[in-house]
């Protein structure tokens, strides 16, 4: 049988992670070439739930960099077991076939980085990442329905493929319909044009466990509201695991039945809410880790601090940050990951801001900026107050009262005590003054 040779295989992982980094993986490399035969080659993949996600998300990329290396046509499909992947994508083939006939076999196709290996457990999800982890575990018997709620960007779809990943890998057998409430809502509406409903509900009620991701989707939405709360009854009577995911708890879906709000309160309810500061600094490690990058401690940091709110968003910034590292074949550092984030540290006028004065020494002394904007007067964090305030006076245009204002509304001659103080243990102190010239340099590292 026709196989690959090892140094093409080489060129074509090497010329993916010049021109793909992005979509590039550690588990890429126990991608094995398999046959390569008549322009078609196939790659082996570990799991079947590797293959459809490559099928469906990087065949592109991999048929580039095919023909790329060998400079000839060449097809490629992902193989697994004695299966070979189908060559059209879900997409495809739905373009070329009646709608709605196919419409059903297009569930949503699992990541193999939503595992809860991947998963970062913190403060703040701990409750959900516990109960996903048991229902996974244990399908239906711990908590019947799972509902996952919680704002964008916070693990609420990632917990929801960890608990399929984790049931199939045990079982790949098992009958999971995993879909978005968009999908299942315009499935039904399709049904509901057609008049044909059996397959529609055949699909979902002879499934083994039902994951429905962004339910709150389904507010306002009487009819397709009426179809979930039949397919909900009839899995939950039969003792099969469902699994929900919404922007809100289920009483504050706007529009949402009073029946449906009852049923989906009957298991257990988790939030997920936003990663603290060290949470996050773990997130930006194992994504880095995923995409074989090595992150900096302090452009990790940078990144945790400035991204609070949204995971997606912290991620998205790595590989900004890591592209531009590439492009200008600079090493990973925080001024390459400001210029990169666009956050230029500094005025139009050419002086540092006081957003990067805060970003150094709350760095340095690992505090938190709203400590710093607080009433204690605690030393550990007087003094990064008090060097703020100092480097504030001497790095920015901003008057005593305005330095004052944004830390936490203090008037001027405290912060004049304040500027004194630093000055005079910055005299007194060596080691002291080695610290606060560090912290200087590192503000006027945002002016390069
Ligand atoms: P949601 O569905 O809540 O909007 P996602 O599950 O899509 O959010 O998460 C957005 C991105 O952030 C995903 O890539 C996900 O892997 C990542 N993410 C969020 N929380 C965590 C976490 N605790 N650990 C690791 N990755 C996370
Ligand atoms: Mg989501």
């Known amino acids: 049988m026709p196989r690959l040779d090892d140094a093409l295989w ?14 590039c993986r550690q588990w890429f490399e126990q991608l094995e070439p398999d046959k390569f035969d008549g322009g078609l080659l196939d790659i082996r993949t570990e799991t079947a739930v590797q293959q459809a996600y490559l099928q469906s998300r990087c065949r592109e990329q991999f048929k580039e960099a095919a023909q790329q290396s060998t400079g000839k046509l060449v097809t490629v499909r992902f193989v697994h077991g004695d299966e070979p992947g189908p060559e059209a994508t879900p997409a495809e083939r739905n373009g070329d076939s009646r709608a709605g006939a196919t419409v059903l076999s297009d569930d949503l196709v699992l ?40 704002g964008v960007g916070l693990g609420k779809t990632h917990l929801l493929q960890a608990i399929c990943l984790r049931i199939l890998d045990g079982n790949p057998a098992f009958n999971i319909v995993y879909v978005s409430c968009e999908k299942f809502t315009n499935q039904f509406l399709e049904c509901v044009r057609g008049g044909d409903f059996a397959a529609f509900r055949h699909h979902y009620r002879d499934a083994d466990m039902l994951v429905v991701d962004d339910i709150h989707f389904l507010s306002e939405k009487e009819r397709s509201q009426e179809e979930f709360f039949h397919t909900f009854n009839e899995l939950h009577q039969q003792s099969k695991q469902i699994v929900l995911s919404s922007d809100a708890p289920p009483g504050e879906i706007p529009g949402l039945t009073d029946r449906l709000v009852s049923r989906f309160n009957w298991g257990v309810i988790a939030q997920v809410n936003k990663p603290s500061y060290e949470t996050r600094v773990a997130i930006v490690r194992a994504k880095a880790a995923l995409q074989g990058l090595e992150v900096p401690d302090e452009v990790a940091a940078y990144l945790a601090k400035r991204f609070e709110h949204n995971v997606r968003e912290l991620e998205g910034a790595i590989c900004t940050v890591s592209a531009h590292a590439d492009f200008l074949g600079q090493p990973m550092t925080a001024a390459l990951a400001r210029k990169a984030m666009g956050d230029p540290g500094v005025e139009p006028s ?18 938190k900026t709203a400590e710093l904007q607080s009433r204690r007067r605690h030393k550990s964090i007087t003094e990064p107050r008090q060097v703020c305030m100092f480097l504030a006076r001497q790095k920015t245009n901003l008057s005593l009262e305005e330095i004052g204002g944004h830390f936490g509304g ?5 912060v004049m005590h304040s500027v004194q103080k630093i000055e005079g243990k910055v005299e007194e102190e060596p080691s002291f003054r080695a610290q606060v010239e560090q912290m200087e340099q590192r503000v006027e590292a945002a002016l390069v």
Do not use: C
């Open 350 to 367: 050419g002086r540092v801001t006081l957003q990067r004065i805060i970003d150094v020494v709350t760095d340095f002394y690992n505090v």
């Open 410 to 414: 203090r008037d001027h001659t405290t």
């Open 111 to 150: 990541q193999p980085d939503y595992s809860f290996e991947q998963f970062i457990e913190g403060p703040n999800n701990e409750l959900a990442f516990a109960l996903a982890q048991a229902v996974a575990d244990r399908p239906a018997k711990a908590y019947n329905p799972l509902f996952i709620h919680g």
């Open 10 to 23: 080489r060129d074509i992982m090497g010329y993916l992670r010049a021109k793909h980094g992005p979509i």
